[in-house]
């Protein structure tokens, strides 16, 4: 019991910071990304575009992840998954 109350403590300390920005970061990003992080935030317009390229990037793996972990589409008869789901 003590161990997984430290573990959420540990938790809370490390994570928690990091969920909101200060009021000196706040005042210093666009208004898009205000308390999100810190730091400066995007300065240009190329940093926008890299934050959507790479938000598309995530989507579409995420997205592929999930229909190949549903219907994975492997029907050979020699796959090795079928070693697993033969009873014999």
Do not use: W
């Not at 969920?19 to 898009?32: F, I, Y």
């Not at 990037?57 to 033969?86: A, M, Q, Y």
């Amino acid at each position: 019991m003590k161990n997984t109350l430290s573990f959420r403590y540990f938790f809370l300390f490390i994570f928690g910071g990091i969920a909101q920005a200060c009021e000196v970061c706040q005042s210093q990003q666009p208004k898009l990304f205000q308390g999100l992080t810190h730091g400066t935030g995007p300065e240009g317009n190329a940093d926008f575009i890299i934050i959507v390229v790479a938000a598309i990037i995530v989507l579409f793996t995420l997205v592929l992840s999930i229909k190949f972990l549903v219907r994975p589409g492997e029907k050979n008869p020699d796959h090795i998954k079928n070693i697993i789901i033969d009873e014999n």
